[in-house]
Nanobody, 117 residues
Framework: VQLQASGGGLVQTGGSLRLSCAAS????????LGWFRQAPGKEREFVAS????????RYADSVEGRFTISRDSRENMIYLQMTSLKPEDTAVYYC???????????WGPGTQVTVSS
């Protein structure tokens, strides 16, 4: 499984960004794909996930209502639309994949998101 995230950047508080993740390497029907983030000096934390089949989504409380995860099954892409961004959203964002019921076992390189106050 290969995952490649893109779309990070610098944005002001209240702004929006859309992250993209290109997924390849195998069929993802039995997988969930997700976004995690890691801020300086902090542990990596879950942001959002989506099941490839059925598109069931789940969000961290800190981003619920502001972030939206989606997937394009034809293009093998997942997206994270981020709105109402806050300085505390500043982090390196990672795309991940894992078999449903298993661990998040595949990771791509991160993309930096910086929200200025």
């Amino acid at each position: 499984v290969q995952l490649q995230a893109s779309g990070g950047g610098l944005v002001q508080t209240g702004g929006s960004l859309r992250l993209s993740c290109a997924a390849s390497g195998r069929p993802f029907r039995a997988y969930a794909l997700g976004w995690f983030r890691q801020a300086p000096g902090k542990e990596r934390e879950f942001v959002a996930s989506i099941r490839w089949a059925g598109a069931t989504t789940r969000y961290a409380d800190s981003v619920e209502g502001r972030f939206t995860i989606s997937r394009d099954s034809r293009e093998n892409m997942i997206y994270l639309q981020m709105t109402s961004l806050k300085p505390e959203d500043t982090a390196v964002y990672y795309c991940s994949a894992g078999e449903i019921g298993g661990k998040w076992s595949h990771w791509g390189p991160g993309t930096q998101v910086t929200v200025s106050s």
